[in-house]
């Protein structure tokens, strides 16, 4: 049971390109989400489903897009990376809205 | 304006003592509470959580205070042991909302000396 899944586990983009954060989970969550973690701050919310074919704005959503593409998957979408991104993003599932987040490993991105 | 404040960045505790780990919120609305563990290059893992009609919840070596008058809570770990050593995160709940309503809070890196 792999959990939460996250592809790539790095990258370094150049300020304006462009990338896709991937996310999987095989819990059969309804709720997902995308959080990214800066030095000295907690997890701060990007964009969140609550369930398959909704999403939602979170905390900090400028930026970014997200596609809840069926139960499993969830991606974001950086269209112009800029260097205020670089950032440790983590995708996370619950079982209902009120239930404990089970997280993947993270994405450490890079923007020069 | 931080809504939940985790006030000691670190804390070394010595093996098999006692770890208190504090956090303070500002909105009276918050009514659960969560801990999360986290290692070095893995995502937070679930913890502990606390309803906000309870003053305490136990699991094992872990248990949760609340202390909604003084908006405060703490993690208690006894004994501490190695694996403990870890950056422990806050989290509070709206009243009513769910995960997108969760506050985290910095962060504090436990750390066990053997």
């Known amino acids: 049971n792999a959990g939460v899944t996250q592809t790539p586990k790095f990258q370094v983009l150049k300020t304006g390109q462009s990338m896709t954060l991937q996310c999987a989970q095989d819990?059969?969550?309804?709720?997902m989400y995308w959080y990214r973690q800066d030095p000295g701050m907690g997890l701060r919310l990007i964009y969140y489903s609550a369930s398959e074919g909704t999403t939602d704005k979170g905390e900090v959503p400028n930026g970014y897009n997200v596609s809840r593409l069926n139960k499993r998957e969830f991606s974001l979408r950086l269209e112009s990376a800029a260097p205020s991104q670089t950032s440790v993003y983590f995708c996370?599932?619950?079982?209902?809205?009120?239930?404990?987040?089970?997280f993947g490993n993270g994405t450490r991105l890079t923007v020069t | 304006d931080q809504q939940v404040k985790q006030n000691s960045p670190s804390l070394s505790v010595q093996e098999g003592r006692i770890s208190i780990l504090n956090c303070d919120y500002t909105?009276?609305?918050?009514?659960?509470f969560l801990w999360y563990k986290k290692y070095p290059a893995e995502g937070p893992t679930f913890l502990i959580s606390?309803?906000?009609?309870?003053d305490k919840n136990e699991d094992g070596r872990f248990t949760v205070f609340l202390n909604k008058s003084a908006k405060h809570l703490s993690l208690h770990i006894v004994p501490s042991q190695p694996g403990d050593s870890a950056v422990y995160f806050c989290a509070a709940s709206l009243s009513g909302g769910g995960a997108d309503g969760l506050t985290f809070g910095k962060g504090t890196h436990l750390i066990i000396q053997p």
């Open positions: 819990m059969n969550h309804n709720s």
């Open positions: 606390i309803s906000s009609i309870k």
């Open positions: 909105n009276s609305m918050f009514d659960y």
């Open positions: 996370a599932s619950s079982e209902a809205r009120v239930s404990p987040l089970h």
